[in-house]
């Protein structure tokens, strides 16, 4: 069954029967096989969905928000990390750079976050219990990354106000740990079967974010 097989959830067949599936909302259709959740979500959408739920629990599944593009939809709010850090460090002129080093509590906060994926990607792949790693991404990286985008704010309505002043390296520190944002979400959410939507053109930091992720409904 696929939400026993977890992380291969993106390689996952078409034809592969999946079971405690309820899907609600605008456009809900009875699933049956995994090409079904596809066709209404997305293939990200659809490999996340399942691995982030315990094989024991039903899985929920409401269009209205997996389809969406905002923080009601969890696989957006867990890629928006990955977005949101690396549209910061392409656009933004002063290069990342660790050797300042932050100790700002935000800034710890994130890095023991990031620390602990370690851990989750070991339940996930070794112990077969993907759920934790989604756990941990929902409810440990998010709410630090949330936290540390207000103190790179900060950073950034000082140096507007004075470009070489004191908070250049910690600035820089900033950017370093967001391109670890970056990378270590992007892994995580590829070892779940999901991947970060393409960059939409039309998206800008701190405004629209990634695409959304959908299926074929409509």
Known sequence: MLR????????????VPVQGVRVVGDG????????????????DAAAYALVRTRRSRPVGVDLDIWSGRDERN???????????SGELVRVD??????A???DDAEAVRLTAALDGLRDARDAA?????PHRLADHLEHDVVPAHQAFTGLVHRYVSRL????????????RSSLSLLTRCVDEVTAALALLG???????EEASVGRKGPGAYGGERG
């Open 194 to 200: 999901a991947s970060l939507p393409a960059r939409s």
């Open 74 to 84: 969890p696989l957006w709010r867990v890629a928006f990390v990955a977005y949101w």
């Open 4 to 15: 026993a097989a977890g992380r291969s959830a993106g390689r996952t067949p078409a034809d």
């Open 93 to 98: 002129g002063h290069p990342p750079d660790p």
């Open 28 to 43: 809900a259709a009875q699933v049956a096989t995994y090409g079904d959740l596809v066709h209404l979500v997305g293939a």
């Open 160 to 171: 507007r106000d004075d470009p070489a002043g004191p908070d250049v390296a910690a600035y």
């Open 100 to 102: 300042a080093g932050i």
């Open 125 to 129: 792949g070794s112990r077969g219990e």
